[in-house]
């Protein structure tokens, strides 16, 4: 079982720019995030959840085409950590943003997918306006 824990969400300006940032504690013989597909996740009001980024065990990643050039997953094996820049905010990228993991290292073509992913974090609001 992994736990998550999203931070970093918030209020910007169209145009401005905020960091989110997914710590994850480890149980079991999976520990760590060399062995994980980790994604972020957002859903709007009123609106279904979509996958926004995601990485794999050796670093792959892979964006819905609406944040391509302006946000970018990264991570940091060593604090168990995956982040999510995000530049050029929009008021279109107002919603409530989820860390997830997925025990499979490879995040493939199916990466934007929710129902592969079996941990999820309890969100973070971003709002643009």
């Known amino acids: 079982h992994v736990q998550l824990v999203e931070s970093g969400g918030g209020s910007a300006q169209a145009g401005g720019s905020l960091r989110l940032s997914c710590r994850a504690s480890f149980g079991g013989i999976f520990g760590s995030y060399t062995q994980y597909c980790m994604g972020w996740f957002r859903q709007g009001a009123g609106l279904q959840r979509e996958g926004v980024a995601a990485?794999?065990?050796?670093?792959?990643?892979y964006y819905v085409d609406s944040v391509k050039g302006r946000f970018t997953i990264s991570k940091d094996n060593a604090k168990n950590t995956v982040f999510l820049q995000m530049n050029s905010l929009k008021p279109e990228d107002t919603a409530m943003y989820y860390c997830?993991?997925?025990?499979?290292?490879?995040?493939?073509?199916?990466?934007?997918?929710?129902?592969?992913?079996?941990?999820w974090g309890q969100g973070t609001q971003v709002t643009v306006s």
């Open positions: 997830a993991a997925d025990r499979t290292s490879f995040c493939g073509g199916t990466w934007y997918a929710s129902w592969r992913y079996g941990d």
């Open positions: 990485i794999s065990s050796v670093g792959a990643t």
